[in-house]
């Protein structure tokens, strides 16, 4: 049997994980290496790839806490950090922390923030100090997650969606994005901004709202805000992030980011 049937065997009947311990191994440690991926992007869109999902989960069902010591640190996990970054062209700033099982292209900067078990984080993407990308999250390549973003992991269901950042988007400070919202290339989140599933974006660029929601447009420029909303104990505003525009094709560049965010007063 395959590595893929066998993890989808015991996934479904966990009696039957003993016999699938080496096939969960070997896919945690491809993913590592960045041969497997939890999610891809297709013609169709992108696509999960649910038995991967599976493996991570049982992973942590065959695995037990350990004391790891990295220089004057010490932890006490499961799993453990990601080895050989040197050898892979990864840079990582002390505490920063890449866990086994996570896949980061060459040229990938982690300042002290963290990358969890099965995301997928592409060249010349920086995570800047205290960002996180929860487990499972897809970001594309030159991408910035400025400092104290929270990338949400999506682990359960195996089918659904994780957070997927791509190419070329911007996360401003503190901006949150969770349930599987999809952000596509060269989006712009200002600081902030809270983005999921259940929030809709309202676009305001129009004579008449629209609103959106699992999904960021690509080159869309979003900032916080808010709008009422009555309840039988009153009126009160709930977060609605705000989509105001859309980066051209002079401020699609990465060299000239910071004149679109300005054309936009956008806060990062």
């Known amino acids: 049997m395959s590595d893929r049937e066998l993890i989808e065997g015991a996934y479904a009947d966990l009696e039957l994980l003993p016999g699938a311990h080496e096939a969960v191994h070997r896919t945690i440690a491809a993913l590592d290496r960045g041969e497997v991926r939890v999610a891809e992007r297709t013609?169709?869109?992108w696509v999960v790839n649910e038995w991967v999902k599976e493996a991570i989960s049982l992973y942590f069902r065959i695995t037990e806490v350990e004391t790891v010591g990295v220089g004057p640190f010490e932890y006490h996990d499961q799993i453990p950090t990601k080895s050989g970054l040197a050898e892979q062209g990864i840079r990582v700033v002390p505490p920063g922390i890449v866990r086994y099982g996570a896949f980061c292209e060459p040229g990938v900067v982690v300042m002290p923030g963290y990358v969890n078990i099965g995301a997928h984080v592409g060249s010349g993407t920086m995570v800047d100090t205290w960002a996180t990308v929860g487990s499972c999250a897809q970001i594309g390549r030159n991408v910035h997650l400025s400092g104290g973003v929270g990338i949400g992991g999506v682990l359960e269901p195996p089918g659904a969606r994780p957070v997927i950042i791509e190419d070329g988007a911007f996360i401003g400070s503190r901006s949150i994005v969770v349930e599987g919202v999809l952000v596509e290339h060269g989006a712009v989140l200002g600081a902030n901004t809270t983005?999921?599933?259940s929030i809709p974006i309202i676009d305001v660029t129009g004579e008449e709202p629209v609103e959106i929601?699992?999904?960021?447009?690509?080159?869309?420029?979003v900032v916080p805000g808010s709008r009422a909303r009555t309840f039988p104990a009153g009126e009160y505003n709930l977060i609605t992030p705000l989509l105001i525009g859309y980066r051209t094709a002079s401020t699609d560049e990465k060299t000239s980011l910071n004149e679109a965010l300005r054309v936009f007063e956008v806060q990062v």
Request: a positive charge.
């Open 195 to 197: 983005i999921s599933a």
């Open 43 to 45: 013609d169709a869109g």
């Open 213 to 221: 929601r699992g999904r960021v447009p690509a080159n869309a420029v």
